[in-house]
């Protein structure tokens, strides 16, 4: 049984810093790519970052530069180091894992459906 819990988020000022992990347990880590998506009121789920066994790791245009998706699998974890965070990063953070291929970085940004297996999500509220 495939299960992902988020933690980490929390209430930050614009320009700070937080750093979200998922740990994820019934994963096969070198069959399933990791991915972050968020989802903000009123507003459809949209993809973040994923990674896959082989290191890679892809960003949407829109946090690129400011969030690093990293893992570590001795301890069954996928993190995602969000800095110089703004208001509009405020959202409901999830991270969702795939065995699709398609899943995987080289073909992202990836539409949340073809993930299989999500968290419960965790807040990200970015304001002064």
Known sequence: QVQLVESGGGLVQPGGSLRLSCVYSGVFVDDYAIGWFRQAPGKEREYISS????????????????????????????????????PEDTAVYYCAATTDSYGRPFYAPSPPSLYEYWGQGTQVTVSS
């Not at 990674?51 to 892809?58: K, L, R, V, W």
């Open 51 to 86: 990674t896959s066994s082989d290191g890679s790791a892809y960003y949407v245009d829109s946090v690129k530069g400011r969030f690093t998706i990293s893992r570590d699998n001795a301890k069954n974890t996928v993190y995602l180091q969000m800095s110089s965070l703004r």
